[in-house]
């Protein structure tokens, strides 16, 4: 075997832990969030999810995290799909791509924005960790208001822009911090690249 695929092998695993690191994450979130009071009927929650996407991007780089995350939403789709209120064909295929599709997939591009901040690299990762995030609210606020504006109504909220909006980043601002806060740990205490030891920042 050689060292190119050696080294396309074990990116190829380490991605597939990731992608299930991260669905055993968002099933235990769901199932914690079940013991209490869920005010995100409609969708969405705190999780840790994320962190494996964002870190094998970290990792491997831009295309693998991007397939990661391609792979993910995938999973997401297979065992936990929401039919939209419309039920028309161009309201499942919005639906696929905002709510799963490039939601997840835009976690990929982490080490892109990563590497926009030279300067600093923890400096980096929070910078790319917390974007990618929020390029992720980014499509589910915009979902909420081509799809799902109709559950701020019936909630009492007639301007749907500030419904989804509300309603979205209540749960992805904490989850863009949190990432963002776990990314830049485990970086810094380790280079994900080397995964050698860091012995200064």
């Not at 055993?24 to 995100?40: M, R």
């Not at 039919?83 to 997840?104: K, R």
């Not at 690299?121 to 504006?149: D, E, H, P, Q, T």
């Not at 989804?164 to 992805?172: D, H, L, Q």
């Amino acid at each position: 075997m050689n060292k190119t695929v050696k080294t396309n092998t074990l990116a190829l695993c380490e991605c597939g832990m990731m992608i299930a690191l991260s669905f055993v994450l968002d099933y235990l979130s769901k199932a914690i969030s079940g013991l209490f009071p869920n005010p995100w009927v409609a969708g969405g929650g705190i999780t840790l999810a994320m962190v494996p996407i964002v870190y094998i991007a970290f990792r491997r780089g831009n295309l693998w995290g991007i397939g990661s995350g391609l792979v993910y939403s995938g999973l997401q789709i297979a065992t936990g799909f929401y039919l939209p209120p419309a039920g028309t064909v161009v309201s499942i295929i919005l639906c696929v791509l905002l709510d799963y599709v490039v939601a997840f997939t835009v976690l990929g591009f982490s080490k892109f924005f990563a590497d926009m901040i030279k300067s600093n690299k923890n400096a980096g990762y929070a910078f790319g960790s917390f974007v990618v995030c929020m390029l992720r609210f980014l499509c589910s606020f915009l979902s909420g208001v081509i799809l799902w504006g109709e559950y701020g109504t019936n909630w009492g909220i007639e301007n749907i822009w500030v419904y989804s909006f509300c309603y979205n980043i209540s749960y992805m601002l904490p989850n863009a911090i949190i990432t963002a806060v776990i990314i830049v740990s485990l970086c810094r205490a380790i280079d994900p690249v080397t995964l050698k030891r860091n012995t200064r920042d």
